[in-house]
């Protein structure tokens, strides 16, 4: 089916979602999702068997957590990946933080949680899904984000992380393909210049870039904070290995370009050996396996924007801290 009828179907659930209510979101859901769509979705929740087990373990719980609940993306587009089509969307949910929330209390008060997702379509609708949420943002805007360690030089800024400067991220028409495929082209040479000695990947961002981070790490503007993020980051792990590496044990599930946009995640997409200290917890030589998803936004020849996830409490598991149970007894 051509790329522009998948689109469609993912503008229809997004749109969908933009009005309150949870029977809207429903029916929406099932128009979206085949019914034995493979649903991959952060911890906890980690593996959802398709639409009925997205409404019933993820959508329900949420609304019942959030009252007035919508949701708004400010990125929307699409690609081939491996002869596959591609969709994807990211941005917020919207809501009245009313009742409890994987064991995060509530706040009474309106709350964000940031969203973002990737589907390979057949016939207008996702077959396979793996959806990223921002579960410690959340956290950290309710007071109750137990970690004080920040991986960089220092704390980024964390909260509510804008859209496109440009705000033409919802790419619903049809994009130029060697636009595209030059896009595509900056991303996947600049990663492999990642954890290099002479931190070759500069050349491939403007100096006023914005890195939009998970909220664990902190976000960043210039290229010189973002360096005194990334540089330490790096460090904290040897073998530091993507998944364009060869004999990598990690890959991405999708890669590709729409324009000026760009997007790739792996489940996982990095593998490294923690061999300092990370997020508090101690080294212990561990290989760790991170899911990691990326949209960024080009301007010339250049990365001006970047938005990250990273499934935090996944990794954090990895090191022995169930960031659930910790929050439940109301660690710090």
Known sequence: MHISTEKSALRTFC????????????????????????????????????????????????????????????????????????????GYYTGQFEAPFLGIKPTGTLAHLRY????????????????????????????????????GLHPGFTGFLPGP??????????????????????????????????????????????WYGPAAFGSFVGIEEFAGFQVPFEQTFSEWIGGLVPGSLTKQFTRF?????ICSGGWPA???????????????????????CDWWRREGDLLVENWVFVDIPHVLLQMDYDLFAEIEKGGT
């Open 116 to 151: 973002g997702e990737f589907h390979r379509m057949e016939g207008g609708r996702a077959i396979e899904s793996y959806i990223y949420l921002d579960l410690p943002e959340l956290m950290i805007a309710a007071g109750q984000w137990p970690i004080a360690d920040s991986p």
């Open 270 to 292: 990095l593998n490294a050996v923690q061999i300092k200290p990370f997020l508090g917890q101690p080294p212990e030589g561990k290989r760790l396996f991170m899911r990691v």
């Open 15 to 90: 749109e969908a979602q933009t009005k309150p209510g949870e029977p809207g979101f429903t029916v929406a859901a099932y128009a979206f999702f085949a019914q034995d769509a493979a649903i991959n979705m952060v911890h906890p929740f980690n593996e959802l068997d398709g639409a009925a087990g997205y409404i019933d373990g993820f959508l329900v719980p949420l609304h019942r957590s959030f009252s007035h609940l919508r949701r708004s993306a400010y990125l929307a587009f699409g690609g081939i990946f491996e002869g596959s089509t591609w969709v994807t969307s990211t």
């Open 257 to 261: 370009a729409d324009g000026d946009y």
């Open 165 to 210: 400067t440009t705000q033409d991220g919802l790419r619903w028409g049809a994009s130029d393909a060697g636009r595209s495929a030059g896009s595509l082209d900056i991303v996947k040479t600049m990663l492999l210049k990642l954890a290099t000695p002479d931190e070759a990947w500069r050349p491939y961002w403007r100096d006023d870039m914005l």
